[in-house]
T-cell receptor
Framework: GEDVEQSLFLSVREGDSSVINCTYT??????LYWYKQEPGAGLQLLTY?????DMKQDQRLTVLLNKKDKHLSLRIADTQTGDSAIYFC?????????FGAGTRLTVKP | EADIYQTPRYLVIGTGKKITLECSQT?????MYWYQQDPGMELHLIHY???????EKGDLSSESTVSRIRTEHFPLTLESARPSHTSQYLC??????????????FGSGTRLTVV
């Protein structure tokens, strides 16, 4: 299909790990991104991964890339209430950034 | 500190009015974009520009227009606002020659309500 796909909602308890999944469209996409949007704000770039990598870790964030299945995931360790936000997956190819519909993460105390 | 600015942050306006949403960036980025965001979160590209005097329509048909007379400024205009234009509008920019790993820089958005 033509869409970058994400599940719309995820709810976790504070302290647990969160895993947000994404399926992208183009196997030739060079970069894949995760953006975070807090209420009333624009999107903030969280992290990105180059297509020749399988994994990237940055403090509490781990990005896994499965090129064969065109599957990207974002794991947030020790999820905090401040992590509650909408998370967008995006792919970049040929000067074009294509976004998923966003996953709303709710963290319960 | 934001390097891309959108004004106003919130706007409530009557049907039929003409409005301009402002977007300015201080980073010298070549590429600028306007997205319309559904209440349900999804982003839709409505306009983009790769430089001065260059504007293109995006994936989602929009009754708005844009202009790019200066590198730093990319305003969006609705000639006659309608309730169906009620949405959040996000502006973004990217340096053309920068590695894609830099991603896009987004403004804080304008939430428009047409009554």
């Amino acid at each position: 299909g033509e869409d970058v796909e994400q599940s719309l909602f995820l709810s976790v308890r504070e302290g647990d790990s969160s895993v947000i999944n994404c399926t992208y469209t183009d196997s030739s996409s060079t970069y894949l991104y995760w953006y975070k949007q807090e209420p009333g704000a624009g999107l903030q770039l969280l992290t990105y991964i180059f297509s020749n990598m399988d994994m990237k870790q940055d403090q509490r964030l781990t990005v896994l890339l499965n090129k064969k299945d065109k599957h990207l995931s974002l794991r947030i360790a020790d999820t905090q209430t401040g992590d509650s936000a909408i998370y967008f997956c995006a792919e970049y190819n040929n000067n074009d950034m294509r976004f998923g519909a966003g996953t709303r993460l709710t963290v319960k105390p | 500190e934001a390097d891309i600015y959108q004004t106003p942050r919130y706007l409530v306006i009557g049907t039929g009015k003409k409005i301009t949403l402002e977007c300015s960036q201080t980073m010298g980025h070549d590429k600028m974009y306007w997205y319309q965001q559904d209440p349900g979160m999804e982003l839709h590209l409505i306009h983009y520009s790769y430089g001065v005097n260059s504007t293109e329509k995006g994936d989602l048909s929009s009754e708005s227009t844009v202009s790019r007379i200066r590198t730093e400024h990319f305003p969006l205009t609705l000639e006659s606002a309608r309730p169906s234009h009620t949405s959040q509008y996000l502006c973004a920019s990217k340096r053309g020659a920068a590695p894609p790993g830099y991603g896009y820089t987004f403004g804080s958005g304008t939430r428009l309500t047409v009554v």
